[in-house]
């Protein structure tokens, strides 16, 4: 059996993956603890460790774009928009959370809100938030936080594929006119994926929020709660490839 080098202790499921460790986090703060403060850490937990693979491959997409591979990079989005749909999916076991048991432990959690994930903000960072609103909310908590800083002072991903198009000598218009499938082709719907994706984990948000604590009352941590989230499902990482594919594909013109 394996073992780590200088460590004559065998290599188990549980040590390897550190399950004890692990298992310890989940520390409920409501006294007496209430039944469902699990469930809400688990899953918060849980999107926090789906983030940082998220993170991972969108490292792995932004080196295979920046390197003008556009199969390696269109393989790695297909399993960014599987991990996309797995974060999404884990909301939903917080829709057999009803309101009035939230609001039996929210008051546990403090100052606490998921706009203060670092890794999340990283995500929409890498991913192409730029604007100003944007910054100004990032702001809000303090300095911004050195991932998400490392994220914004790459380029963004619709800058990487517009990369790609002029390396290949071709323009977003004929990659959509053209009649061939091409690997940039490919890539492109691929990345309208991946913001699909994001809009649905947004919504799906939005919805969960407004059902647990209502559309007009205020977030954990003093945030502005479903009002602020409904905002974010207009955000736009590649606006420039909708308004190309709108063209292209829209109604034609008499």
């Known amino acids: 059996m394996q073992t780590h080098a200088g460590d004559d202790a065998p290599i188990t499921y549980g040590t390897y993956l550190k399950l004890h460790e692990l298992l310890e986090l989940q520390v409920p703060r409501s006294h007496p603890v209430h039944p469902d403060e699990l469930l809400f850490i688990v899953v918060h937990q849980s999107s926090e460790l789906w983030f940082k693979v998220i993170l991972h491959e969108l490292d792995q997409l932004v080196a295979h774009m920046g390197h003008g591979d556009a199969l390696a990079a269109l ?147 003093g945030t502005l709660g479903a009002k602020y989230l409904n905002r974010t499902v207009q955000q736009r990482f590649f606006p420039e490839l909708w308004a190309v594919r709108s063209q292209v594909y829209g109604p034609s013109k008499s």
């Open 75 to 221: 393989n790695t989005l297909k399993r960014l928009n599987g991990l996309v749909t797995i974060v999404s999916q884990s909301l939903t076991a917080l829709d057999t959370l009803p309101p009035q048991r939230f609001a039996e432990f929210r008051g546990y959690l403090g100052s606490s809100s998921g706009s203060q994930s670092d890794q999340f903000r990283a995500i929409e960072a890498a991913s192409g938030l730029r604007e100003p609103h944007f910054i100004q909310v990032l702001q809000e908590h303090g300095p911004i936080p050195a991932l998400v800083q490392a994220a914004l002072d790459r380029p963004s991903l619709q800058a990487l594929f517009h990369a790609m198009l002029d390396q290949a000598g071709t323009t977003l218009e004929a990659v959509y006119r053209t009649k061939e499938t091409t690997p940039l082709f490919l890539l492109a719907e691929e990345l309208l994926e991946y913001e699909q994706g994001f809009a649905k984990w947004r919504f799906l948000h939005v919805q969960l929020v407004e059902r647990i604590i209502g559309p007009l009352t205020g977030g954990t941590g």
